[in-house]
């Protein structure tokens, strides 16, 4: 199984940035624990960071018959971007939402999720393990639809 981990804007500063907030944990500590899980689970992982929309919404579009799924922290992007949500409609693929902090408890704007309703599910409010927790859910949905 092949999967597309994105991580948008600001997340390259993970482990500097506001770490109250997003814990000490760099982006790299992150996409190694991640490489070790799928690892495990036999899952191959494409992992891109970028701070610009576009090249996440190319990311996105070029995962189409290359993964089976996505798993994305799309940041502050999270909030604004239709163009983010109308590429993952686009190319039809299961995508599971996280995030390090909890956006529900945080300020109001946060709250709202353009990708939530196009997402399998959102996971936030666990750290970096709001990644561990949303690749198993994502290789769960896979492997049961595939069996299914
Ligand atoms: C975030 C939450 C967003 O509101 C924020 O803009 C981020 C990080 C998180 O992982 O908690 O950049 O996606």
Avoid: W
């Amino acid at each position: 199984m092949k999967l597309l981990v994105l991580h948008g804007p600001n997340l390259n500063m993970l482990g500097v940035r506001e770490p109250e907030v997003y814990g000490r944990d760099t982006l790299e500590d992150i996409n190694r624990s991640l490489e070790s899980a799928a690892a495990d689970q036999g899952v191959e992982l494409r992992i891109r960071q970028s701070n610009h929309e576009g090249v996440l919404v190319d990311e996105i579009q070029e995962a189409l018959g290359r993964a089976e799924g996505i798993l994305i922290n799309p940041g502050a992007y999270t909030h604004t971007s239709i163009a983010l949500r109308d590429a993952i409609v686009a190319v039809g693929l299961p995508v599971v939402e996280v995030h390090l902090s909890d956006i529900h408890a945080r300020e109001h704007f946060r709250r709202h999720s353009y990708i939530e309703p196009v997402a399998l599910t959102q996971i936030c409010g666990h750290g970096s393990r709001s990644y561990l927790l949303g690749l198993e859910a994502l290789v769960d949905h896979i492997r049961t639809g595939s069996e299914g």
